[in-house]
């Protein structure tokens, strides 16, 4: 047994590359992407390392190509849910007698085949599944999730070392950092790869053993991701992808003695609907579960007359139009001033005019398509809600088409209702509605930001005058967990903006920090004494 002590260093985040025309990362995604194209693959569950292909066939289409397809699934039975829950029971105790830093080693190599060999198989599962182009791929399955990787093993390390200040003689006082007694169950978006791939991974770093149930349009590159963490030396059992229906799920495991906590990105409706779950059977667990969620968005941009009107239209359609607003973190509503106005219209609408979209395949697309018939549909009804009313008027985008691939052009709505309803509900697609505000209303505004939606994830304030943003940072204070001066609101970076928000957007234990690995933590104190007292009288009963 080794007894060093063993050191990581601080992480430095992956670099995204550029995929500029005719390099070589261009011409080897570019192979990726046809490889990936000319085979139908079998995509099973993993439990206890093994490969599962039983249930109902599923077949897998790229969103913006719904006629080809990319491989087939088997949607899980409740036999599937039984037998990860016993892989995770098996595997649990010599995964957490696992040496803390062997865990660390798994991740951290999973990080360099990633941004390795790796590289181009995850970007084009997920350009090809998730309908992601290039660069936006990168910046999520690569980069993010080796700073996952990195990052997280980095924190475990320092979270570890924090002991008891003293140990007056003759004792000694030490913390013992355990994982959760039972397993945990990640339940995961479609949106990120790397998200998908955390919310499993960082209890799993921690010593925990994991039931992951994925989004059904992600599971083209989650195969990937569990085929990455084999590659790294996860042992079998730790991590369980299966892919029963989420309610068939919900009711095995949220009555199982042993469940242990919930790690969850997706929408707030669901979160609060399993949160109820799981308190109506709080008399049957073993240990109080841990409850992580990260759920929806209505993120917002609001501008100051002494803002610069192109960042702010530069903003708005990075912000609102990247991944097809299919970010939580996606900018949906804006507050601009009348002042302004004119131009940041004008900006926005031209640089709007040059923006393509189509098939990921062809890396000169900036839109792709959406993720599938029910998001497509249910984003179309809005904007034609909006074309129905007279407050509202479109001045870009507007269209969709769905013959081909889910396609809706990005699209601006102005309205003169500061609560339409595009104003306050979460639609999660290529849509911002704007509300132009008198430039004296500047205080006014601030409340409506504050007031108008239920959520608090992410939010933009553009201003020059020092004392504005100042004003801004404390009257939104609680508007957004994600808070962004002059820029964008998407787009944290791990290990410089942890992510997370908190009223109806969830529990902002912010992934991408030490806090959301302690939630998968169970600390325990020892207290040694080298001295025991041989009498019970203290000094005081001498009187």
Known sequence: MSNAIFNIDIPANEPVFNYAPESA??????????????????LPAFINGKRILEGEKVSVHPPHERSHTLGHFYRGTTEHVHQAIEAAANAKQAWADTPWHERAAVF????????????????????????????????DAVAELCDFFRFNAYFYQEIIKDQPLHSPK????????????????????????SIAANLPAAPALCGNTVIWKPAETQIYSAVVIMELFEAAGLPPGVINLIYTDGPEVGNIVF?????????????????????????????????YPRIV?????????????????????????????????????????????ASLWPSIKERLVADMDTLKMGTVEEFGNFVNAVIDERSFDKIAKYIDGEKAKSTSEIIAGGGYDKSKGFFIEPTVIVTTDPHSTTMEEEIFGPVLTIYVYEDDQWEET??????????????????????????????LENSAGNFYVNDKPTGAVVGQQPFGGARGSGTNDKAGSPLNLHRWISMRLIKENFAAPRDYRYPFLGE
């Open 255 to 287: 009555k199982h003695r042993d469940f242990a906590g919930l790690h969850f990105t997706g929408s707030t409706g669901v979160f609060q609907n399993l949160w109820k779950e799981i308190g109506n059977n709080i008399t049957s667990y073993r240990s």
């Open 170 to 193: 003759p004792t000694w006082n030490k913390l013992e950092y355990r994982p959760l007694e039972g397993f945990v169950l990640a339940i995961t978006p479609f949106n990120f790869t």
């Open 446 to 475: 601030l409340k409506l930001v504050d007031t108008t939606s239920p959520y608090a994830l992410t939010g933009a304030v553009f201003a020059q005058d020092r004392q504005v943003i100042n004003h801004a940072t404390r009257a």
């Open 25 to 42: 990362e261009t011409k080897e995604l570019k192979e990726a992407l046809r490889q990936a194209k000319s085979e139908t693959r079998e």
């Open 293 to 337: 969620g990260e759920t929806g968005g209505k993120d917002f941009i609001v501008a100051h007359p002494s803002s610069d009107a192109e960042q702010v239209a530069v903003a708005c359609l990075r912000g609102s139009f990247e991944f097809q607003g299919q970010k939580c973190s996606a900018a949906s509503r804006a507050y601009l001033p």
């Open 108 to 139: 951290l190599r999973a990080a360099d085949l990633l941004s390795g060999p790796f590289r181009a198989r995850m970007n084009a599962a997920t350009m090809l599944g998730q309908s992601k182009n290039a660069y936006q791929a990168d910046i």
